[in-house]
């Protein structure tokens, strides 16, 4: 498996891959996949956006993770914004660097890609924070509460509800720059 950093370009070509690892990690009806690509097409330009892939060796996607700079106007940022107290805005939304998906192919979990992708994205992230939202789970058996967990994520808020996702989130966040994650 090798870990590369993609650009833009790298990301919007190989996006059918892409829009396929993310079904399959959320567990996303095809309806909703098509509306995530049009999301994923344009997020490619804005600021700060930052991109890796964990390929196989044949050139395959195991994984992927992005973000870029929140600002207000992006719907998640106003979405979080609105349910943080004036404080804890200040605080996590004034330079912060969104991790806007984070996934690895069910069958290729549990061998270290999402640590390693999650390490290297806030390794080149801008920004003073970085939030991200995850499905709520058992933190004791959700692989991705636990990697959150291991990097020192805390909640902001959690049992969240976003427009159109009947399930809850979590929403995390977490100081930059970024250190080695506790053991």
Excluded: K, N
């Excluded at 964990?54 to 992005?66: D, I, K, P, R, V």
């Amino acid at each position: 498996m090798r870990l590369v950093r993609w650009t833009p370009d790298d990301l919007v070509r190989r996006l059918d891959d892409v829009v396929a690892v993310y079904g399959e990690a959320m567990g996303y009806r095809t309806d909703l996949l098509e509306a995530r690509r049009g999301y994923i097409a344009t997020h490619v330009r804005r600021p700060g956006f930052r991109a890796v892939a964990s390929l196989t060796s044949e050139g395959h996607l195991a994984g992927f993770g992005y973000g870029y700079l929140g600002a207000p106007g992006q719907w998640w940022h106003d979405q979080v914004q609105r349910a943080l107290d004036p404080a804890a805005r200040r605080r996590w939304l004034t330079d912060c660097f969104e991790v806007v998906e984070l996934h690895v192919r069910p069958a290729a979990q549990g061998h270290g890609l999402g640590a390693g992708q999650l390490r290297a994205l806030l390794s080149m992230a801008e920004g003073a924070t970085t939030l991200l939202s995850t499905p709520e789970a058992d933190e004791q058996t959700s692989r991705a509460w636990r990697l959150y967990r291991r990097f020192g994520f805390v909640d902001l808020l959690r049992d969240f509800h976003f427009p159109g996702d009947e399930r809850p989130f979590g929403v995390l966040g977490r100081d930059l720059p970024l250190e080695q994650p506790a053991a």
